[in-house]
């Protein structure tokens, strides 16, 4: 589907400015080509880049909510799975991950080349230190509740450290708008009359 609307959208382009312009724009044609053929590949990683935010705000409510289920004396297959349906609403996608992640173990593949695999379909590197976590709590038998716990404080404390970090941001953000627009507005205001008066006061001299 994706290889097949980059053609498309190409093939359109260049159909729509062939039946515009004619051949004349050798350019012309050359440029919408291309960019209907890249517009696919721009919409794709927009829709990658949000679906990536959306499960690492979810993540650390996913987190709790395992950290519940294994302290009342569910497994973690059985917990990821729990909290996969309690999130279908609140968060689709994560819950869809937690989704593959258990239909994969129950296919039969090990639980750790599941994990590794929703590390691969994701792409956030919470999810990748989340699967390092369980990996080695696995591996060396320690609990489960203990590590998410520490986990999802950690990743809290990570995310309001972003939240500060873009708050701090917003004062540089904003100062090419300011300059731009409120500047040359508080200049008009508070020099215009001035200059009104002026222009006022100098006319009937320069008339004599």
């Known amino acids: 589907m994706y290889v097949g609307s980059r053609v498309l ?10 039946a515009a312009a004619g051949f004349k724009s050798l350019i012309l044609m050359a440029s919408i080509t291309a960019f209907c053929f890249f517009l696919p590949r721009f919409v794709l990683k927009r829709m990658i880049r949000d679906r990536q935010r959306r499960i690492t705000l979810a993540l650390p409510d996913a987190l709790d909510l395992t950290v519940i289920c294994v302290e009342a ?3 973690l297959d059985q917990a990821l799975m729990r909290v996969g349906e309690d999130l279908h609403h609140a968060h689709p996608d994560l819950s869809d991950e937690f989704y593959l992640v258990n239909l994969e173990m129950r296919a039969g593949k090990p639980r750790v080349e599941a994990l ?9 590197d919470d999810v990748r230190a989340l ?22 404080d950690s990743l809290r404390t990570e995310r309001r ?4 970090e873009q708050a701090a941001k917003t004062t540089i953000k904003m100062i090419i708008p300011l300059v731009v627009f409120v500047l040359p507005s508080i200049i008009f205001v ?19």
């Open 116 to 124: 590794r695999n929703l590390i691969e379909r994701t792409g956030v």
């Open 73 to 75: 004396g569910l497994a």
């Open 161 to 164: 450290q972003r939240a500060e």
């Open 131 to 152: 699967v390092g976590t369980l990996v080695q709590t696995d591996r060396f038998g320690t609990s489960v509740a203990q590590a998410l716990r520490v986990h999802s």
């Open 190 to 208: 508070t020099l215009g009359p001035a200059v009104i008066e002026l222009v006022r006061t100098l006319m009937p001299e320069m008339r004599r």
């Open 9 to 18: 959208l190409a093939f359109m382009g260049l159909t729509v400015v062939i």
